[in-house]
């Protein structure tokens, strides 16, 4: 690359300024207010703050209650990020097979991405309403009494299933125009070598989707742990009690609901701090393995 | 709907102002009240604009209770807030604890020349809001007291008549019900109905520093044994058929009663208006069921729902607009005409007599029920409580208590954590008070 494209170091800083200031404004400034009212007892009007050290965390560390919400984050986000990569890879692998009819079958697979979340979790509860839902009626069929909000499994199972369907499309998407990336010589010599289409694919197709792969299992884990958020809030109706909640929701419920500041604040950090460790250990250690061409 | 309602009155108040005199003060109103409740809100302001030429009253729905504490705290920070605020119950020990965020009720009133009397509300009313002293500092605005509903066809089929006891319920009501083939009980809201008020109706102390109302030290006494006596039943009923929970949201456990499949169900006196539009059967209402083994003389409930609170920070002709719209709250026909329409209870003793007058009861015996209760007689542990951090703590009571009706944890276990972490959540909001 030619060093010399601009005259003067001004000029680039200036064209980088308006995302800096961007990113300082709505990212850096509040972490760091974030970071700054974790170490205070706070009222929510801000007539008075205490400065309390370590006493947020240390709080979070011995409370069962957040152990419990970090123990079903972990299992939540195993689930969605699995069983929407999963199911979104087995679509996109067979839609790329259909010939007729394919933009139609394509477009329809995709539509569930345009609901927004609370609608998502609004059909949700309508599907597994104590009552009426469809599916708690088809459940008891088989002789099974579901019962959402009342039973906690009940309860995380019916946000993972809404959470997986929503995420569907959007990983279908981009794991179809992935396939259609792969060069259709590089097919075909596969085809000579191998006749079983199962390890073709595991040969072949899979490693060659992994660039895509590995970005979409950054954007559903993101999804998982941040993006959920209007489904389990519809889910849960804004009653917390004994149900499933994931980090994030906490940080909702005890910083907007209760208005506990500084409690909140020390969660969102503890959350950040995840979040950032996770980011390093994808990039340092997956991404070795994944070739892009 | 609501915001259309919202922003043509809006709209009107705009060009009022343009058009008419320029001497009219704006103030906003920002409350909690969405569907049909929030249509009422908007015919209440609207009827107050139309009663006089001076001030012009907008109202902004904000979402939910906690949505909108929360807007008008951010905004206080900001230094946008409203003139006026509506808080709901748990809420209040925040406001209230928070001086200088706004101006006591009373004190506004005297000040722009408004009589106040606080022997005009019923008795059920007239403290919950106020401070140590007994000065009111938010004045209530949608009161109500929980109440049991139930459905007369089903009790007469059963041959029973509402309970007065929970030992009545226990030995005759419930166990005839379930045998007549419906489920005799259901509740909507354990921490307000069987926690809160149960210590009110039972004239229990709640908690120290007289139920928190004299300092921010305060420590919950929960952990009682007649409450713990009280869910060991709910417990056994549960396991005996006679009692249903269908988790902690409203709604899950109004509609089953709403579908006559249970025929009990304890809910807030202001429910009375959705359920009459809704239900096709005879229903009626009778005050919340006591032990009689805690106590011969129950005593009064107090009352739940939001009030509202005048914010400081604005010039003295704001102030008096916001305290005229008090006043006009205060006066009977709003009062009557909130009452009717909605279920809430009226808070002086001149409207409660004057929707009497209307025939009222006659019409809807059961609208008089959550009245009759609130003027029952008083007790040293009836006036209410103030708690800090008290959304968390009926979070964890929430917690606590489901885990007792889904097995995971005993009454005894439930409330000592309940305790244990209540009295951690009031020890950090006496930090944060300073």
Known sequence: MKRAAFGHIGFPILLLLPQLVIIAIFFYWPAAYAVQSSFYAQDMFGFTSTFVGAENYTRLIDSTNYINALNFTVIFTVLVTFFSLGIALLLAVKADKVIRGAKTYRTLLMWVYAIAPPVAGLIGVMLFDQSRGNITQLLAFFGYEYRLGVNYWDTASAMIVVSVWKQIPVNFIFFLSGLQAIPQSVREAAMIDNRSGTSRFWDITFPLLAPTGFFLLIINITYSLFDTFGIIDTIVKGEPGNNPLTLVYRVYVDGFRGGDLGGSSAQSVVLMVLVLILTIVQFRFLERRIHYT | ?434
């Open chain 2, 1 to 434: 709907m609501t915001l259309k309602t919202t922003l043509s009155l809006g709209l009107a108040a705009g060009l009022m102002v343009g058009g008419a005199a320029q001497a009219q003060t704006e103030i906003e109103f920002w409350h909690a009240m969405g569907g049909q409740l929030g249509e009422t809100v908007n015919q209440l302001v609207a009827d107050f604009n139309a009663s006089q030429s001076d001030y012009v009253l907008t109202p902004v729905f904000k979402g939910t209770y906690e949505e909108t504490l929360t807007a008008a705290i951010a905004a206080f920070r900001a230094g946008e807030q409203p003139n006026i605020v509506q808080v709901f119950d748990a809420g209040a020990a925040t406001v209230i604890g928070a001086q200088g965020a706004t101006i006591p009720v009373q004190q506004l009133l005297s000040e722009n020349g408004v009589e106040f009397d606080i022997e005009d509300y019923i008795a059920g009313v007239r403290y919950f809001y106020a401070d140590s002293d007994g000065q009111m500092i938010g004045m209530p605005f949608n009161s109500s007291t929980p109440i049991l509903y139930y459905n007369a066809d089903a009790l007469e089929a059963a041959g029973v008549e509402p309970p007065t006891t929970w030992e009545e319920f226990a030995e005759v009501t419930g166990p005839a019900l379930l045998e007549s083939g419906i489920a005799p009980l259901a509740q909507s809201h354990l921490p307000w109905i069987f926690t809160e008020n149960f210590f009110s109706r039972h004239n229990l102390q709640f908690a120290s520093n007289n139920n928190g109302y004299d300092g921010t030290d305060t420590e919950i006494m929960v952990n009682h044994p007649a409450i713990r006596a009280h869910f060991q039943a709910l417990a056994d009923w549960q396991e005996a058929g006679l009692f249903n929970w269908y988790g902690t949201g409203w709604g899950d456990n109004q509609n089953p009663f709403e579908a006559g499949e249970v025929a009990m169900w304890l809910g807030s006196s202001g429910s009375f208006g959705g359920i009459a539009d809704r239900v096709d059967f005879n229903f009626s209402a009778t005050m919340l069921p006591y032990w009689e083994g805690v106590t011969t003389e129950p005593t009064q409930t107090f009352i739940g729902g939001a009030a509202l609170f005048a914010m400081s920070g604005f010039d003295a002709e704001e102030n008096a607009a916001t305290a005229a719209f008090f006043d006009y709250l205060d006066s009977v026909d709003a009062q009557v005409m909130w009452h009717t329409e909605t279920g809430y209870v009226p808070i002086t003793t001149a409207a409660y007599a004057a929707a009497g007058e209307q025939g009222h009861y006659e019409a809807f015996p059961a609208a008089e029920v959550g009245i009759q209760q609130l003027s029952l007689p008083a007790g040293d542990y009836t006036r209410g409580y103030r708690m800090g951090f008290y959304v968390q703590i009926r979070d964890v009571m929430n917690r606590e208590y489901s885990r007792i009706l889904t097995g995971e944890a005993t009454v005894d276990e439930a409330f000592e954590i309940i305790e244990a972490e209540a009295n951690d959540l009031l020890e950090r909001f006496a930090q944060t008070q300073g």
